[in-house]
């Protein structure tokens, strides 16, 4: 591989503000024919992209959590399809970073320098619930065995390596098993069919006696013993995918009113865009989004204070915002979404307007983590100061 540009902040925003407007182009025919994107996802990582948290100690540019989440909400913006796929390789490129040996970051990261992605394969059908697995590593010899399947393994499909979240030995703590996605035993099935963000290939991945050495393992079990911000990080990312998706619905929603919806005969206008109704509408639309979107960017800050000044009280502070943010983003996506066929009236129900993606693609993805433990947590906060609790999920 070849090497990719280490982007500044300013720069990796502008790419990411450039793809997302050349990706809104093939957004709808994407999810009409389930054209997996592929391209233009090896157009993310030959950009840089993909590579913008790799630290500077190993030739990256080691950007804060804010400036990942923006580049999230505009590549989201064009097609959240897209915006998700890439969001296990942050993750576990943050997991490599908190967690790895240096030998282990030294392997992996220029990888990721050069281009290479990282997919996942964490969650499991039939489990109690999300936290709870059954894939396991086995010893054989001087190394493991590796047998399991998982599911929702966004990213798995286009990656390089899939770190697998597996039980080191029987019953043993979690640790995270860094497989090749060409190496024997693996096998990534696009079986993905959902409602919304189609083109995902959010599918499965079978492990099947999967070789894996020492040198390829790291402890996930202690990620969450002290302060962190992994969780945040994750969530945050998240967030970032639905404010997208609400700030596009509303762009397409206005497209639509000024160039194709007719007026209600009450109002007397003209024009659908000048009928007082439509305009209050969209103000009242616009509020929301500009609210998620400043929540947003009050939880990339305080994901970024928390990691120059990792505590307990600096990391609870980022895991509220982002929860805040991520219940905000989450009935906004869904609200909007929803409301642009409110708006656009009747032609904008027609199939080959595509417009119902944005509802459908938000209220998939905001199905990952209920927004209203978010809520929970927050109002223990305020009631007694309770503070959350580290997992994944906030």
């Known amino acids: 591989m070849s090497g990719v ?101 030294a392997r992996i990261l220029p990888e990721v320098l050069a281009g290479a992605t990282l997919g996942n394969a964490q969650s499991e059908r039939g489990t109690k619930h999300i936290r709870e697995y059954t894939t396991t590593l086995r010893r054989d010899g001087d190394a493991w065995r590796l047998d399991g399947t998982k599911f929702y393994c966004t990213g798995a499909l286009f990656a390089d390596w899939i770190p697998t979240l597996a039980h080191l030995g029987e019953d043993g703590p979690l640790h995270v098993a860094w497989v090749r996605r060409d190496a024997d035993g693996v096998e990534v099935v696009d079986d993905w069919d959902a409602l919304g963000q189609r083109t995902t290939a959010s599918g499965t991945v079978r492990l099947t006696d999967v070789l894996v050495t020492d040198d390829l393992i790291t402890d996930f079990s202690v990620t969450f013993t002290g302060p962190t911000t992994y969780g945040a990080f994750a969530q945050l990312l998240h967030c970032a995918i639905d404010a997208g998706i609400a700030r596009a619905a509303l762009e397409d929603a206005a497209e639509f009113v000024t160039t194709k919806s007719r007026p209600h005969p009450d109002a007397g206008v003209e024009s659908a865009a000048d009928d007082p109704l439509v305009v209050h509408a969209f103000g009242e639309m616009e509020l929301a989004v500009r609210g998620a979107e400043a929540l947003l960017a009050e939880a990339g800050r305080a994901v970024d204070h928390a990691d120059a000044n990792l505590d307990e009280a600096t990391a609870a502070a980022a895991t509220l915002a982002v929860a805040a943010a991520r219940a905000a983003t989450t009935k906004t996506s869904v609200d909007v979404a929803s409301r642009l066929f409110e708006v656009a009236g009747t032609r904008s129900a027609v199939a080959k307007e595509s417009l119902d993606r944005h509802w459908r693609n938000a209220r998939t993805h905001t199905l990952h983590d209920p927004a209203s433990w978010k809520v929970q947590h927050l109002g223990r906060w305020a009631v007694d100061g309770t503070l959350p609790p580290r997992t994944g999920q906030l």
């Not at 720069?11 to 391209?39: C, Q, S, Y």
């Not at 190993?58 to 796929?85: C, H, M, Y």
């Open 5 to 105: 540009p280490v982007l500044s902040s300013d720069d990796a925003v502008a790419v990411a503000a450039e793809l997302g407007e050349v990706f809104a182009k093939g957004a709808a025919d994407r999810d009409r024919d389930k054209i997996l994107p592929t391209e233009e996802i090896g157009r993310l990582a030959a950009g840089g992209l993909l590579a913008i948290t790799v630290p500077t100690a190993f030739g990256g540019a080691g950007l804060q959590a804010s400036t990942v989440a923006e580049v999230f909400r505009l590549i989201s913006k064009g097609d959240p399809n897209i915006g998700q796929i890439p969001h296990s390789h942050f993750v576990f490129v943050n997991q490599l970073l908190l967690q790895g040996t240096r030998d282990q970051q």
